[in-house]
Nanobody, 126 residues
Framework: QVQLVESGGGVVQPGGSVNLSCSASGRIFAINTMGWYRQIPGKERELIATITSGGVTKYSDFLRDRSTISRDGAKTAVNLQMNNLNDEDTATYYC????????????????????WGQGTQVTVSS
């Protein structure tokens, strides 16, 4: 079973910054992408950014200029730096991973898996 543990959320003042971290553990054969989504109360979950195992990044337009996604050296953790936060950035932020591993009960067939973290709350407030 793969687990994603997020950290770094909390209360941030308007104009401030936050650095969210997410670490993956468990059996993973090969990671395709890791990423971050957020969900504002009453709205659908939305993509912020993703990064591939090769370091290719993709950002949504609404946070492109204020966020940076990165992977650590071991590539089993992903970070999200967000700057110049405002009250509209108040949300629960979720880490996600897409990876390859053995299919259930198989010894030589692989399939893709998607997992989500539990979410970390970021509240922008003075």
């Amino acid at each position: 079973q793969v687990q994603l543990v997020e950290s770094g959320g909390g209360v941030v003042q308007p104009g401030g910054s936050v650095n969210l971290s997410c670490s993956a553990s468990g059996r993973i054969f090969a990671i395709n992408t890791m990423g971050w989504y957020r969900q504002i109360p009453g709205k659908e979950r939305e993509l912020i950014a993703t990064i591939t195992s090769g370091g290719v990044t993709k950002y949504s337009d609404f946070l492109r200029d204020r966020s940076t996604i990165s992977r650590d050296g071991a590539k089993t953790a992903v970070n999200l730096q967000m700057n110049n936060l405002n009250d509209e950035d108040t949300a629960t932020y979720y880490c996600t991973i897409n990876f390859w591993d053995l299919a259930p009960g198989e010894t030589d067939r692989y399939q893709e898996y998607d997992y989500w973290g539990q979410g970390t709350q970021v509240t922008v407030s003075s």
